[in-house]
């Protein structure tokens, strides 16, 4: 449902909250990276987003295809069944967001594990 208000992540009611909850699924950015340039299989995006179930990213693909950011290509001639998946023009947006995102956490993947343990041995019981 789309309304005329202008969008507020913070406010409890707003679409908009859904969506950044949507982007940050633990699967969708590495679904998106993925399919950054490539149009890829569903068993090679299993591959490549390696530890994903064939479910969970059977429901990722289609919440993604919904909003819009993913397609699917079905090609019924082919046998075995040919389906495929590719950016939509709205999720090629979203690779510059989440390849930041991806720069962050790996820079400071080290720093965080530091302060988490040492966090833990301050709250030591």
Known sequence: MINNKKPNVYAS???SRELLALIGEKWVS???GALNGNTLRFGALKKICDGVSQKMLTQTLRKLERAGLVTRTVYP???PLKVEYALTSLGCTLVPVLTIL???AQ???HQ???NRDHYDQAHEE
């Open 13 to 15: 009611i707003c679409p």
């Open 30 to 32: 590495l679904i998106i």
């Open 77 to 79: 001639d082919a046998l």
């Open 102 to 104: 991806k720069g962050w």
């Open 107 to 109: 820079e400071n993947l």
């Open 112 to 114: 965080v594990a530091i």
